[in-house]
Nanobody, 120 residues
Framework: QVQLVESGGGLVQPGGSLRLSCAASGFSLDYYAIGWFRQAPGKEREGVACIISNSDGGTNVADSVKGRFTISRDNGKNTVYLQMNSLKPEDTAVYYC????????????WGQGTQVTVSS
């Protein structure tokens, strides 16, 4: 069964850290670009960070989280991570990962999301 599963969300105080995981099963992430997105209540889903397919490995993060969030991948574990430091209340949202592969067949998979709440 092909799926992406996010984990690692929770409640954290402002200034704290969390590491989110996006684990793939049923397919290899090697040739997929992976993105982390978030959606806060009443707001549209927005891109947070992305990492290009394995042959490149380049990363990009949104200006709102630059210097605080880092995306990385562990090919051996078929998992992508989002390390979130110096968390702020405005980072509160449901975080989703997305795997996308371009080619003759365009493949896109989404995870179910994990809640991150930053509050004192």
């Amino acid at each position: 069964q092909v799926q992406l599963v996010e984990s690692g969300g929770g409640l954290v105080q402002p200034g704290g850290s969390l590491r989110l995981s996006c684990a793939a099963s049923g397919f290899s992430l090697d040739y997929y670009a992976i993105g982390w997105f978030r959606q806060a209540p009443g707001k549209e889903r927005e891109g947070v960070a992305c990492i290009i397919s394995n042959s490149d490995g380049g990363t990009n993060v949104a200006d709102s989280v630059k210097g605080r969030f880092t995306i990385s991948r562990d090919n051996g574990k078929n998992t992508v991570y989002l390390q979130m430091n110096s968390l702020k209340p405005e980072d509160t949202a449901v975080y989703y990962c997305k795997a996308e592969r371009l080619g003759l067949v365009h493949l896109v998979y989404w995870g179910q999301g994990t809640q991150v709440t930053v509050s004192s």
